[in-house]
């Protein structure tokens, strides 16, 4: 790539392109002797550093993170954040000594003297550290390169040299953008996975109780028809599973299987309350100007596969609307409805959608068994992150998440003090949800890696 | 006062002009029209509601939200989408859904109405006289799966099990075998014309006719299991024969009694007579240990169990009994134990075929 952007200036001069090149090819072995040296002298003084300068980090978690946040979001360059992150000395500690780590199982791995057991263990470490080690040391390489780049540059200061010095900036800008994207995938693999993350989902929509009961349910239904919307931006199938309508074409209840290419991952944060504040379309309000408040909620349940889910047809109680009678060939009905109780947990699931009974049965064991995986999920949570609570990751899905300020056009996220104009825009579930959506996903990202550094310190004393 | 005039006679000249059309158009739709402002699905849906509670008519939010739904290409009105709900409707489709529910006033079943109806998955076009599928049936069906699933070695010779099923009606048992068991073959027999018929439309509608045979057969004459000894022994009998108790009949709701063929209902005295002739014919057909799975009235399976112990000729076994979702012992599942007096299994196929004419 070096090489043929250099052959593509023709007017360079021999002399100058000799030079460059020879720089180039010799880089490398140099500033990995350089790199090994460093290593070296740095390694008794940084383990001792290493404590307190986490424990700082921890303390000021939140507001580091908030300060982070708050530029992110002003400025919205994702790369710029990543890197952000990463200049964070906690961080950077941390890789540190994973790549310690690594160095140090290179060489017991080479000698012959540990036994097969701890062969094998110390073989798996090293298996999982590599490609972690790899990109880390791509991305000090390359930080070394802009560092050399820019020195030289600075002693380029003739006019004779003045094409050179542009063609440096302009390789200094593409190994820039290479740790850009190296930072990102740094990023990806230290995020804790999650486990339900390419999982289909069901999501539920519940009009508010308060007050503006009218304005809630035609919030409910703009709510409703928004992700209905959003699921065909991403192409993800959407099936109605029940739908309770209210007056003046507002939504009491909905509720819809959404499929496709990791759908949880996306939606897992829709789930909670959202507020809207809005003048009333008819009554006394509308014709007096003022503002009413109103709520709706999501809920989002990753759906599972048949396997996560194990339904014993003893704990279930179905109910069909023909109990009474002799039935069977006695009796001509077409009532389909199933309602379904799991008599363990006092879950009702009730199912309408089909002609065949056999049918509504099955759709609506399918949501039984989404529910019961919600709260074997959310058993799970409790027990992994005990009383911490974090800005995005862990909010309870009963908690306020977002507000729809029609008045002021605007729609704001609570969680990371997000603001949109525009909200018919924004409710009709393209760019401008799902630039919200990958926010919180990066934020939560983030979230997760301060969390995972924090437990990782206390792990280590 | 002059302003007014002109406003006045620039409306009226303006009306006047689309007159013509307008005027036309109401007259095409008006009469038929039933209930001027009443025009979203909704309030139609609650209106028939309420004139079907005053008439008796049972089901009456159930028969009035299937008939707008269907008008309106959905169906169930759960399944309709949200935006039609509220939206009007055309003249159109207003007077549709006035002609079906007139015909629900006349108790006239709502899958007759329709024109069809959904048996495990499978949407069936529904004709009177011919009987409509229970959702009970579904129960038989999903046994029997069951039991093909779990017995690998009752497997015919082509790969699936052979089935025949008696009395076959609309052809739901054994489309929905069919098509939940690829490999399978079946031979669906009735004695009415009509039921013939709408088995073979269904099975090309549902483009399963390459493995299904339908034909005419009453197993009740004398004989008549002769005329499919050519199919070879099978797998597998199924059936949903008539068995309401004769003295039942009269009570069955008008829906049934005026619409339903009464012969696929009525079982005779102890609604065994169907019942009886299936179980004598059915060693005769079936293969070493092959089976029989039948719906029946829950009084049956005592009666049914009785009589097999009457009739150790046959070698019939009642193995199992299962209920029906109402928790009513509904399906029987009788197993042939030995082999069948002087017609050994493997004479089959090729003498015996040969003596059947035609």
Known sequence: MKCSGLREGSDLNAEMSRHLCVWLFRHPPLHGHHQCHTRRFSYQCTQTHLDTSLLVFRRNRNRILHHLLNKNWSRRYCHQDTSMLWKHKALQKYMEDLNKEYQTLDQCLQHISVNQGDQRSLNRRHAELAPLVTIYQEIQEAEQTIEELESMCKSLNKQDEKQLQELALEERQTIAQKINMLYSELFQSLVPKEKYDKNDVILEVT???????????QFTREIFDMYQNYSSYKHWKFELLNYTPADYGGLHHAAARISGDSVYKHLKYEGGIHRVQRIPEVGLSSRMQRIHTGTMSVIVLPQPDEVDVKVDPKDLRIDTFRAKGAGGQHVNTTDSAVRLVHVPTGLIVECQQERSQLKNKE??????RARLYQQTIEKDRCQQQSAR?????????SERIRTYNFTQDRVTDHRIAYEVRDIKEFLCGEKCLDQLIQRLL???????????????????? | MEFWGRMLQAFLSGLGR???????????????RPLPGLLNATELVSHWTAIFEKRGIPEAQASSEYIVAHVLGAKTFQSLRPVLWTQPLTPWQLQCIQELSSCRLQRMPVQYILGEWDFQGLSLKMAPPVFIPR????????????????RPHAVGAQGGPLILEVGCGSGAISLSLLSQLPQSRVIAVDKGEDAICLTRENAQRLQLQDRIRIVPLDVTSEGSWAHLLPWGPMD????????????????????????????ALDGGEEGMDIITHILALAPRLLKDSGSIFLEVDPRHPELVGGWL???PDLSLDLVAVRKDFCGRSRFLHIQRSGPQRGCPADAWPGPQAARVPG
């Open chain 2, 18 to 32: 689309r007159g013509g059309t307008r005027g036309w158009a109401f007259s095409s739709w008006r009469p038929h």
């Open chain 1, 389 to 397: 609570k974090l800005q995005v990751g862990t909010r309870a899905q």
């Open chain 2, 309 to 311: 112990q009457s009739r």
């Open chain 1, 363 to 368: 759709i609506a064991l399918r949501v039984l």
């Open chain 1, 442 to 461: 990066q934020s939560a990202d983030e979230e997760a890696i301060i969390e995972f550094l924090d437990e990782n310190l206390k792990s280590a004393k």
């Open chain 1, 207 to 217: 009009s508010g109780r308060t007050t503006g009961g009218d304005i809630c349910q």
């Open chain 2, 236 to 263: 597998l009998v199924v059936s949903n024969p008539p068995y309401v108790f004769h003295q039942d009949m009269e009570q069955l709701a008008p829906e049934i009694l005026s619409y339903e063929d009464p012969a």
């Open chain 2, 135 to 150: 959702p009970e049936t579904e129960g038989l069906v999903e046994w029997v799966l069951e039991e093909v699933a779990q």
